[in-house]
């Protein structure tokens, strides 16, 4: 059961429209915190212009975007990952592939801004700690000292999950966390994302519905930019307009 007064992220009446086209019309969303939340729907639905509005890469046309309460609507992608605490996964992976695994979660940890200070910063015993958590989280340890270079896809895809939890966000966006990957590596992948749960809010865009069942609590199933169903993962798929449009290709 969801706890209604405990809401991290709230949209409300949130619409966009680029150059006459209608990317999202009075979407409203509340995402609650510890949460586990799923963002499904066909191709063009809206899921990654919500998320570009959310972390600031976009502006709505009207509506507004509330994080802990605060209006956010409109704050710079800067403002909204560093002083709200808000990190984005995007589709594909994003690392550097010059340093070794290590060095990519150090960097990505909350005080590094450069590898210059990366490499003078005073690694006390807590931050050795938490580093080595977060590449026995991702399933990397054993790789710490391999290049990223070398990881195979779905690595890189959990190397770059580490890097955003490695920020310490309050929200987790991940966007198609599993694209590319092996049935294997996806069922890790829902573990992995399962344990970040309650530590972090999350919000997945996936469309994987297997993947899609192993880990949601909660979905929204968004259609040509208007929010179509949302509810528990047994709602959606009992939900004769939800297997009309996008279920019934799955």
């Given at each position: 059961?969801?706890?209604?007064?405990?809401?991290?992220?709230?949209v409300k009446?949130?619409?966009?429209?680029?150059?006459?086209?209608?990317?999202?019309?009075?979407?409203?969303?509340?995402?609650?915190?510890?949460?586990l939340?799923?963002?499904?729907?066909?191709?063009?639905?809206?899921?990654?212009?919500?998320?570009?509005?959310?972390?600031?890469?976009?502006?709505?046309?009207?509506g507004?975007?509330?994080?802990?309460?605060?209006?956010?609507?409109?704050?710079?992608?800067?403002?909204?990952?560093?002083?709200?605490?808000i990190?984005?996964?995007?589709?594909?992976?994003?690392?550097f592939?010059?340093?070794?695994?290590?060095?990519?979660?150090?960097?990505?940890?909350?005080?590094?801004?450069?590898?210059?200070?990366?490499?003078?910063?005073?690694?006390?015993?807590?931050?050795?700690?938490?580093?080595?958590?977060?590449?026995?989280?991702?399933?990397?340890?054993?790789?710490?000292?391999?290049?990223?270079?070398?990881?195979?896809?779905?690595?890189?895809?959990?190397?770059?999950?580490?890097?955003?939890?490695a920020?310490?966000?309050?929200?987790?966006?991940?966007?198609e966390?599993?694209?590319?990957?092996?049935?294997?590596?996806?069922?890790?992948?829902?573990?992995?994302?399962?344990?970040l749960?309650?530590?972090?809010?999350?919000?997945?865009?996936?469309?994987?519905?297997?993947?899609?069942?192993?880990?949601?609590?909660?979905?929204?199933?968004?259609?040509?930019?208007?929010?179509?169903?949302?509810?528990?993962?047994?709602?959606?798929?009992?939900?004769?307009?939800?297997?009309?449009?996008?279920?019934?290709?799955?």
């Open positions: 059961m969801r706890n209604q007064e405990n809401i991290l992220l709230e009446h949130l619409s966009v429209e680029f150059n006459g086209f209608q990317a999202l019309t009075d979407v409203n969303m509340k995402i609650h915190d510890g949460e939340h799923v963002i499904i729907g066909p191709n063009g639905a809206g899921k990654t212009t919500f998320m570009d509005l959310v972390t600031g890469k976009s502006t709505p046309t009207t507004i975007v509330l994080f802990e309460g605060v209006n956010i609507t409109g704050k710079s992608t800067t403002e909204i990952t560093r002083k709200y605490h990190g984005r996964k995007f589709q594909g992976p994003n690392v592939d010059n340093m070794t695994v290590k060095e990519n979660i150090e960097i990505a940890m909350e005080g590094y801004s450069s590898m210059t200070k990366c490499v003078f910063f005073h690694k006390s015993a807590a931050f050795k700690d938490k580093v080595s958590e977060i590449l026995g989280l991702i399933d990397l340890y054993d790789y710490r000292q391999f290049m990223a270079s070398d990881l195979s896809h779905g690595q890189r895809q959990w190397l770059e999950i580490g890097m955003v939890v920020q310490n966000p309050k929200l987790i966006i991940l966007d966390p599993t694209a590319g990957m092996t049935a294997d590596e996806t069922y890790k992948t829902g573990e992995m994302i399962k344990r749960k309650g530590e972090h809010t999350l919000i997945v865009v996936e469309h994987d519905m297997d993947f899609v069942r192993q880990v949601a609590e909660y979905v929204t199933v968004l259609n040509y930019g208007q929010v179509l169903a949302e509810g528990t993962m047994e709602e959606i798929q009992n939900n004769d307009e939800v297997i009309a449009v996008y279920l019934k290709e799955d």
